[in-house]
């Protein structure tokens, strides 16, 4: 599949103060697959990581949303940017589907995580939180793979957007491995941000930047096999 250029989705009102994810070009590329789902009023969406709640608020203009962050931060945006939105979410504090009730069911899951390879081991802290993932990128996107099919119906999908730093084949494997037919269904291809460039170094000597300063965001979407 050919990485397609990223044009600007509908407009929606979207305030972003400092320690909470800017919607970015993951952001736009999820909402681009987002749109080519069927949601109606009937259908509850429920979205892990929520951050600034632009992709929540994007969904609700359909379905019934569920928005989850671990950042209570991110929790009050979230709700402040769907009443500039004039719309109305449920929005959960908590990590990732514990924030669920359980026996929850949804038709579709969405998560835009972080997935930064950082130098340290150690779980990110402060600010760093929306976009540092460990080493390897994979901090909550292994949670995730292993998790959202406990909160998906039988019919649902879920559409998760990384980089491919953090290894889109190893996606892919954990996704089935939980029972999920995953695929590549839109990408594209944008210089390393700033974050990105400022561990250039440690990326090349990792082999994770052999091809330059490029990098390639995938959205996967999955369903039950």
Known sequence: MAAAPLTAARPLRCWVPRGVYAPQADTRLLERALCRERITEKTDVLELGTGSGLLAVAARLGGRVTAVDISWRAVVVTWINALLNGQRLRVRHGDLTTAVPGGRRFDLVIANPPYVPAPSGAPPRDFARAWDAGTDGRLLIDRICDT??????????????????????????????????????????????????????????????????????????????
């Open 148 to 225: 959202a099919p406990k909160v998906l119906r039988p019919t649902g999908t879920l559409l998760i957007v990384h980089s491919h730093l953090c290894g889109t084949g190893a996606t892919l494997t954990r996704l089935a491995a939980a029972g999920l037919r995953a695929r590549v269904v839109d990408r594209t291809r944008l210089p390393f941000g700033r974050i990105l460039r400022s561990r250039l170094d440690w990326l090349r000597r990792r082999g994770l930047a052999a091809d330059g300063t490029f990098e390639e965001l995938v959205v996967i979407r999955a369903e039950p096999a």
